[in-house]
């Protein structure tokens, strides 16, 4: 008898490559995920239209519509715009890996890429954007976090973050005014088994920062030379 197992994990696959979509399936569902696939970034589009996967595997070159293109509309419209994405990128591509982490992407693996890691990294972002077992409100100065609602304000107005800035802002929400080095954030905010590059850190601050930059208020996350980053608005006149 087959039944339909609904607490898979969906994953949804984009990627142009036949060879390389089998092996793929194959390997994800031996790992326990449900597995959608899409062969161009149209093809992907519509997919997430059609049902919302919980973590998308999608490849940077594709035809038709590029990785980058499906990503940033995938984080511009309000049912995908949290679902977690892994890039898959080509070597020698870092430029395509930093516009791609730019674009709204949460991680990548570069091509070739063991199965093991893929999966890691595929169960790491599916952990990080379980919703919040905690609820109530965390609030700095004119930030509030809504945990049960997922939702972020800054003086009132509405701030879209995506899973990894909003993981981020929580952490730094739960710790006001402390210098965290970008070591301790990739811990408390990736989890501490898996690899991520420090400067990764650096792109999500950046994010952060642009999306709490609403009606000129003053960037409220300071930069500690040498030493990292703190949520911290009490070294100025924050009039
Ligand atoms: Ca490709």
Redesign the pocket.
């Known amino acids: 008898m087959v039944t339909e197992t609904t607490d898979k994990p969906r994953v949804l696959v984009v990627?142009?490559?036949a060879d390389l979509i089998t092996m793929l399936r194959y390997n994800l569902e031996r790992e326990g995920f449900a597995v959608d696939e899409a062969t161009d970034g149209d093809e992907a589009l519509r997919r997430v239209a059609e049902r919302t996967p919980d973590v998308v595997v999608l490849?940077w070159?594709?035809p038709v519509t590029s990785g980058l293109e499906v990503c940033r509309q995938m984080r511009r419209r309000e049912d995908t715009a949290e679902v977690p994405i892994l890039i898959l990128t080509a070597r020698g591509e870092e430029h395509d890996r930093v516009r791609g982490l730019n674009t709204g992407a949460d991680d990548y693996v570069v091509k070739p890429f063991s199965t093991p890691e893929l999966v890691a990294r595929l169960n790491a972002l599916l952990r990080r954007s379980q919703p919040a077992r905690d609820k109530g409100a965390l609030t700095y100065d004119d930030i509030e976090m809504d945990l049960s609602a997922h939702r972020v304000t800054r003086g009132g107005q509405p701030v879209h973050l995506g899973p990894t800035e909003f993981r981020m802002l929580r952490f730094f929400l739960q710790n006001p005014g402390c210098v965290f080095s970008r070591e301790e954030l990739l811990k408390a905010v990736w989890g501490p088994d898996i690899f991520v590059e420090p400067r990764t850190v650096d792109v999500h601050i950046r994010r952060l920062r642009k999306a709490l930059n609403v009606a000129d208020r003053r960037d409220p996350i300071r930069t500690v030379r040498a030493a990292g980053y703190a949520l911290d608005t009490s070294d100025t006149a924050y009039a």
């Open positions: 990627e142009d490559e490849d070159m594709l």
